[in-house]
């Protein structure tokens, strides 16, 4: 696509739930173009592969046309860059995620300038869902329905329970 913000949505994605498709789907109107970003993060042991990780987020956007589901293992400052894309959009739930993010995003402005880290209020239904948590439903055989979208559904029990 030519012109117009290029916009970066990273995470684990492990799974990918219903509160990081509603911060990418609003992305995508906001956005000329969104990648959805599968990075690795040092501090969590994932349950799927990044490749695994990048086609669940795609069965579950068919129709967001501008955006695009991309797996990178270098700093996400250094993808910025390569892609030429200036803003990071993360959902920002309750005070705990704060620090965290706040964190990321002053260490990602150090190592790329020209990147703006941007927050959206999480939906309220999606304030205390987490991918973790999910896991921990399914892994106990409890109902994931009002979490994740049913095209990945059984992909997530299977290996959980596995
Ligand atoms: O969903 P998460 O685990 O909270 O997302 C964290 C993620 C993957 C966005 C972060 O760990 C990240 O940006 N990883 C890529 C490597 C990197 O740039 N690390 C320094 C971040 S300041």
Same mark, same amino acid.
């Given at each position: 696509m030519n012109g117009g913000i290029i916009a970066i949505c990273p995470g684990?994605? *492990? $799974?990918?739930t219903y509160g990081h498709l509603d911060i990418i789907t609003r992305a995508s109107k906001m956005f000329s173009q969104v990648i959805v970003l599968v990075a690795g993060n040092i501090s969590k042991n994932c349950s799927f592969t990044p490749e695994e990780r990048v086609e669940m987020i795609k069965k579950c956007i $068919? *129709?967001?046309?501008n955006v695009t589901v991309e797996h990178y293992d270098g700093l996400l400052a250094d993808y910025c860059a390569e892609r030429g894309a200036t803003a990071i959009v993360k959902g920002l739930r309750a005070m705990s995620d704060f620090e965290y993010e706040f964190q990321m995003a002053l260490t990602n402005k150090k190592l790329n300038p020209n990147v703006e880290t941007l927050f959206l209020t999480t939906a309220a239904q999606n304030m205390y869902l987490s991918s973790s948590m999910v896991k921990q439903i399914a892994l106990m055989g409890g109902d994931i329905s009002s979490f994740v979208p049913e095209v990945i559904r059984q992909d997530i029990i299977d290996r959980i329970q596995k």
């Open positions: 684990s994605f *492990d $799974p990918v $068919p *129709d967001l046309e």
